[in-house]
């Protein structure tokens, strides 16, 4: 397996301390006030032009916010967030509305080429067979700076833009879907992003077309002090299929960042939604000092017959993450997976999990859940599955297995299982266990350093989900995992 | 949403509330007791009982269920007693065995073998006239136990019942049945039982819980202080009237080298929570705990266990089967917690439901909570209906599907029946079994 010394290198060449994506790009950037009100959001819409029902959405999400109380239910502990103490929006300064690349600040450039996005899309020509492009929207800071091969995507009839964008280009289509998956008053963050987000990534696949590329969005945080406060919309249309992947990266920090996202996934009759995200935000410090809070509400609702949500992580980053893709299988036959791998050292928090809502006839639902746990981490995992009682035949397999490395970490699994039709079967398992002084032997015996074996076999323990990642993806995954890994052994 | 949303006192715990200011005075204990008992209702007074927004009780709303609590029972007179207890199933029927009779909460030591039992080595006192004696260390519970909305209840109005003491190295010849009835007249009822068994000692204790009428609330709790090598095996049997409500706690307390093994079967009662709270505190120990429940007819059952291992070198097993029938609801909330350094754990939890009917409903909720590395932690939940293939090739060889349906219940629920290993009390539970199953048919 060549990429194991691959990995180890990396390993050995970067340090928790040194996090690899911990450099900031020095850009002037444009910034609204710190702290939250009524006036703020109201810079926000205008400073985006916005329509007038979407400042009033704005206003109606932040009156509700100021109501509700931050939930505690979590396995997660953190200093309480002072929500007046955060910039709600900035933006890069750079030439308005950029119509190339050329415009873009180059510093930025050089951040994403740190990064290793292949923004420039000769730079992809020229590397990659045309199979495997992919379309990337950029989110810099709160704010999409490009995004690449839309002209190609137009022609297919897919959109792909910022959410802004999409505000003003196709606002009927944004305000039937906007909060209709994830409605305003849904939870506490989820409230909070709907009366600030500031950008995001827009798809809309029409009727009977297969997007002809995979799309990607890159987040980063880099100013500081800036919650990230990103909204996404994936529209799938009957028969569409769309792959979308998320990846994340943010430099290192000192104060804690906070990131409150909502993804809403839309899949209409025979349609198809797989998406992907590997985050790997700055995780805080040896001493736990730093990081990213990363508190996000994703759901995909399987609105048609025979729709399909997919929904893969790789969660290395973040201090604490706070995150439950779910679907919605409302349509009849319709399916949902989650395939999740969970990493934590250090001082890092993770809740993660997932809920699968059976409401359809025939509906399907697969988990598969892989937590590993090492340094002085706590890795929860937390889901529901339910049955409504007329979602006759529901059926679901949850697989949810942890590994603990190191004796001062935790490994948590809480799943609720709710069936209210006698013709639904669900299947849960779960196992905890380290790994095997008979496997570390194994591989010690054919030459394989302590290092190299725990990579090894964490990378066969997390198969399953490795697997379902996009090709693009899969070798950062691998690679991401050994990483945080570092330390945990020896 | 999470905006909590402030709740008036409602009629049931302005009742207990009046219960607490009645009766306190007359509750046996000390002064230690009487400021346990304090701290308890003020606690309660502070939460209220529990309710679907307080985690642990999500899925069994006792505020809900309970529109008002009728006034804790008095001790009847022996004569009394053992009408009450004689117009009731006897469970073990011939079966050789010891027996204490509680009745309404209260101990009748004129109805039970309490000299017999004395000559085999196991010492029997009302807990009323213990506490007055011991009182503190008697109403001690371990931690994940002691925080428990039902088990502060109890502690608040536990009236009576008894302490069972087993000498060191005490082995009995027969198991001992404490039998937990309930008169016809509607009541409230808090007994605590304390069985202790000393180093080495073995037994086996069937507890039964009968009777009772439409409004009963019965909050018992059962307290299991096994020993270091002791070896202690509890089948409790749970078969109420259908309009009681029933809390049955189970604590039990390893030492090290024990091995304790924990039955439970839940058929009665319309709305029903069995709770096991299992704490290790020696190395080397084993519990096993087993639990067969069956439901229908609008009736709502609960099994809620938590095992804390917090000391090496510990094996857990749980088995737990529920049948839901018509209108019924159950659950199933089972969780495992493995303290920092307690390596080598080895705990194993599995919870299986057979929903026969389409109205009936299921939540399961298996935690794991894990904070060692060098353990075997599993947990597999299921839930389904019977397998209409299974159906299907029973039926082409000629049995009625109703018999089909009988005996594939029977099968599934034989797993747990093959594991409870005292031929006594597989033959009750075997006959309560068909005997339900007979009733639904």
Known sequence: MPAVQETIDRVRS????????????????????????????????????????????????????????????????????????????????????????????????????????????????????????????????????????????????????????????????????????????????????????TDGSFVYVPEGVR????????????????????????????????????????????????????????????????????????????????????????????????????????????????????????????????????????????????????????????????????????????????????????????????????????????????????????EHEATTSKISDDQMFYCQQRGLSDEEAVALIVNGFVKDVIQQLPMEFAVEAQKLISISLEGSVG | MTIEPRTLETRAETDLAEAYYRDRDALPGGAAVAEIRKSAFDAFRKSGLPHRRVEEWKYSDLRARLKSVPAFAARRSDDEAKAAVAALDDVYGAADRYRLVIVDGHFHAGLSDVAALAAAGASVRPLAEALVEQGESLMQLPEIAAGDAATGLNAVFCADGLVLSLAEGASLDKPVEIVHAL??????????????????????????????????????????????????????????????????????????????????????????????????????????????????????VDQTLVVDHAVPHCDSRELFKTVVGEGAKGIFQGKIIVRPHAQKTDGQMMTQSLLLSDDAEMSLKPELEIFADDVQCAHGATSGQIDEDLLFYLRSRGIPEAEARTLLVLAFLSEAVEEIGEEIVVEAFEERIRAWLDAGA
């Open chain 1, 14 to 197: 970067i340090d928790v301390d040194q996090y690899k994506y911990g450099f900031i790009t020095d850009i002037e950037s444009d910034k609204a006030p710190k702290g939250l009100n009524e006036d703020i959001i109201r810079f926000i819409s205008a400073k985006k032009e916005e329509p007038e029902w979407m400042l009033e959405w704005r206003l109606e999400a932040y009156r509700r916010w100021l109501t509700m109380t931050e939930p505690t239910w979590a396995r997660v502990e953190y200093p309480k967030i002072d929500f007046n103490d955060i910039y709600y929006y900035s933006a890069p300064k750079s030439a308005p509305g950029p119509k190339s690349l050329d415009e873009v600040d180059p510093e930025l450039l050089a951040t994403y080429e740190k990064l290793g996005i292949p923004l420039r899309e000769q730079e992809i020509l020229a590397g990659v067979e045309p199979k495997n492009r992919v379309a990337v929207d950029a989110v810099f800071d709160s704010v999409s700076v490009v995004t690449t091969f839309k002209e190609e995507l137009k022609k297919a009839g897919v959109i792909f833009c910022s959410i802004s964008e999409a505000l003003r280009e196709h606002p009927e289509l944004v305000k039937k879907y906007l909060g209709s998956v994830v409605p305003v008053t849904d939870n506490f963050y989820a409230t909070l992003n709907s009366a600030v987000f």
């Open chain 1, 211 to 426: 997007c002809p590329m995979e799309l990607s969005t890159y987040f980063r945080i880099n100013e500081k002090n800036t919650g990230q406060f990103e909204r996404t919309l994936i529209i799938a249309e009957k028969g569409a299929y769309v792959s979308y992947l998320e990846g994340c990266t943010a430099p290192q920090r000192d104060e804690n960042q906070l990131h409150a996202a909502v993804v809403e996934l839309i899949a209409l009759d025979d349609a198809e939604i797989k998406y992907s995200t590997v985050q790997n935000w700055f995780p805080g410090d040896k001493e736990g000092k730093g990081g990213i809070y990363n508190f996000v509400t994703k759901r995909g609702d399987c609105r048609g017959k025979n729709s399909k949500i997919s929904w893969t992580q790789v969660e290395t980053g973040s201090a604490i993450t706070w995150k439950y893709p779910s679907c919605i299988l409302r349509g009849d036959n319709s399916r949902g997976e989650f395939y999740s791998i969970a990493v934590s050292n250090g001082y890092q928090q993770i809740d993660s999990g997932t809920k699968m809502i059976h409401l359809g006839k025939n509906t399907s639902s697969r988990i598969i859940s892989k937590g590993i746990s090492a340094g002085k981490s706590q890795n929860t995992y937390r889901g529901l599955v339910s049955a409504h009682r007329k979602a006759s035949n529901a059926r679901n397999f949850t697989q949810c297995d942890s590994l603990l490395i190191g004796q001062d970490c935790g490994a948590h699994t809480v799943p609720y299982i709710e069936s209210k039709n006698a013709t639904a079967v669900f």
């Open chain 2, 183 to 300: 008169s016809a007249a509607a009541a409230s009822t808090s007994e605590r039982v304390i069985v202790t068994a000393a180093k080495g000692a073995k037994a086996i204790v069937l507890e039964t819980f009968v009777g009772g009428a439409e409004g009963s609330f019965s909050n018992t709790l059962t307290d299991i202080r096994a020993g270091d090598e002791a070896e202690v095996t509890v089948a409790r049997l749970q078969a109420e009237a259908a309009g009681t409500t029933h809390i049955g706690t189970a604590v039990v307390t390893l030492g090290a080298e024990t091995k304790v093994k924990l039955i439970g079967a839940g058929i009665g009662s319309g709305f029903a929570r069995h709770q096991s709270f299992i704490a290790f505190t020696g190395e080397g120990s084993r519990a096993d705990l087993l639990g067969i429940t069956m439901v229908r007819a609008g009736q709502h």
